[in-house]
């Protein structure tokens, strides 16, 4: 199965400068806590946000560059149909950003884990609109914004329709 998963804001922002544009612990952990034990795909500017590689996880790193040297354990490939070739027979493989890669993979995931945050923030990436008739809604989580939180927002869980 082929999973996306994203925070994004009403108008689909994702980050800006390679950095996302909110903090959202819970969101963190709902993060870690489902990508755990599994495989992540993500493009090369994603991968190179995080301090280091995220522990229990199998990185596959897409980008054109050919010698590009990533840490030991994280995999180099240079498209996204390679990169789903290596990890088809795992349960469960997460595609963890950005922009370009979502692109690229929401005709073909079969789920989608999003956070919709609610406000429209200034973004120089974006998460792809979602063809609402493609997706069946299946679990929606209101989270109302507190002292950590400084927005709303609402986990939401789609599945492919099939058509």
Known sequence: MLTIIAAASENN?????????WHLPDDFKRFKLLTTGHTIIMGRKTFESFPKPLPNRKHIIITRQKEYKAPENCIVIDNLNKAIEICSQEEENFIIGGGEIYKQSI???DKIELTRVHTSIEADTFFPELELQDWK????EYHPKDEKHIYDFTYLTYIRNEN
């Not at 922002?13 to 544009?21: H, Q, S």
């Not at 809604?137 to 929606?140: A, N, P, S, V």
């Open 107 to 109: 005709a073909i995931a």
């Open 13 to 21: 922002a994702l980050g800006k400068d390679n950095d996302l544009v």
């Open 137 to 140: 809604l299946i679990k929606e």
